[in-house]
Structures are given as structure tokens and as C-alpha cells.
């Protein structure tokens, strides 16, 4: 299974991007994706996640990007988008995209790096102020 992210850039705060992942290989149902981002001498950080439940799906953001993004996709076919609006510089980083399979996570462990099976290579995100 490969995921692919992309839609990074350069722009300037204020503006808007929006990332793209989507899964390949083998056929998979996610329980979960999420965007996680990931700054120079940081630790990987969780932006925003979807969790399917049944037929209810629940979406997660960071505090500090809720009401400013949005992530939006299908566990039918495996991608998720975030939209970004409002970017600032501190949203400067490697985003990337991860996949829950395994297990169906409780909404607390969307935030854990660990629990994702599967790992996208990452899009650079870069605003300028």
C-alpha cells in the first residue's frame, strides 16, 4: 500500500492550498486518515483526521487550525483532501498523510503518531509572511 500526498507549496499568509492523498496498491477500507505536519526540529504533529464508524464519520481538527481547514474524503476510495485556508506562517512544514487499517481507533488516538499503518512521503507547505 503507497500513499500519495500532494498540493504543497510556497505562498504567502492569507492564502490557501489544498493537499490531496490518495492509497494504491493493495485494496484496503481505512478506519481512519488524517493530515499530521511535521516543522524543522519538531516532532510530527496531527493536524486533522477522519474516522469512520458505521455510517458516521467524525472529523478532528487541531485547535490551532480549526476553522481554517477542512478535511474531507472517502474510506470507499482511500483519499482525503484538506483544504487550508487563512495559512499563517507558523502552518509552515511537511504534511503528510497517514491510514488507520488495522484497527478502529477511539477519537483520543487519532493524535497518536504509532497507530497509523500506512504513511504518505510528505508535501512541503511553506508560508511566507
Known amino acids: 500500500v503507497q500513499l500519495q500526498a500532494s498540493g504543497g507549496g510556497l505562498v504567502q499568509a492569507g492564502d490557501s492550498l489544498r493537499l490531496s492523498c490518495a492509497a494504491s496498491?493493495?485494496?484496503?477500507?481505512?478506519?481512519?486518515m488524517a493530515w499530521f505536519r511535521q516543522a524543522p526540529g519538531k516532532e510530527r504533529e496531527f493536524v486533522a483526521a477522519?474516522?469512520?464508524?458505521?455510517?458516521?464519520?467524525?472529523?478532528h481538527y487541531l485547535d490551532s487550525v480549526s476553522g481554517r481547514f477542512t478535511i474531507s474524503g472517502s474510506n470507499v476510495e482511500n483519499t482525503i483532501d484538506l483544504q487550508m485556508n487563512n495559512l499563517k506562517p507558523e502552518d509552515t512544514a511537511v504534511y503528510y498523510c497517514?491510514?488507520?487499517?488495522?484497527?478502529?481507533?477511539?477519537?483520543?488516538?487519532?493524535?497518536?503518531?504509532?497507530?497509523?499503518?500506512?504513511w504518505g512521503q510528505g508535501t512541503q507547505v511553506t508560508v511566507s509572511s
Open positions: 497517514g491510514a488507520v487499517v488495522r484497527v478502529r481507533p477511539i477519537v483520543s488516538a487519532l493524535r497518536t503518531v504509532s497507530l497509523y499503518d500506512y
Open positions: 496498491g493493495r485494496t484496503f477500507r481505512a478506519n481512519a
Open positions: 477522519m474516522r469512520w464508524n458505521g455510517g458516521n464519520v467524525g472529523r
